[in-house]
């Protein structure tokens, strides 16, 4: 079970969003001391959180398991991870 889930709907090319998406994620990652590894339109993510983040053509969603230290600071974390996707959908 998910401790973040986050959905957001686009109509950005999928492209396009990846090409923007990305970069910001990589910079969150390295925020949050996260390693990511991405396979085409997905993001897995290990570190303090392990999850994914899928990128369909219309939608995507960013679910996350935190660890406990991780969870003391759960708000803000999801803040800024709403924030960023919020940044990058325009």
């Given at each position: ?6 959905t ?83």
């Amino acid at each position: 079970m998910a401790h973040i889930l986050i959905t957001r709907r686009h109509s950005i090319s999928l492209d396009k969003l990846l090409a923007k998406l990305k970069p910001a994620v990589e910079e969150s990652a390295a925020k949050f001391d996260l390693e990511v590894q991405w396979a085409g339109s997905t993001c897995k993510f290990t570190g303090m959180a392990l999850g994914y983040l899928k990128v369909g053509e219309t939608s995507l969603t960013l679910a996350a398991r935190l660890s406990y230290a991780a969870l003391l600071h759960k708000r803000m974390i999801e803040k800024e991870i709403s924030q960023t996707l919020d940044a990058v959908l325009g």
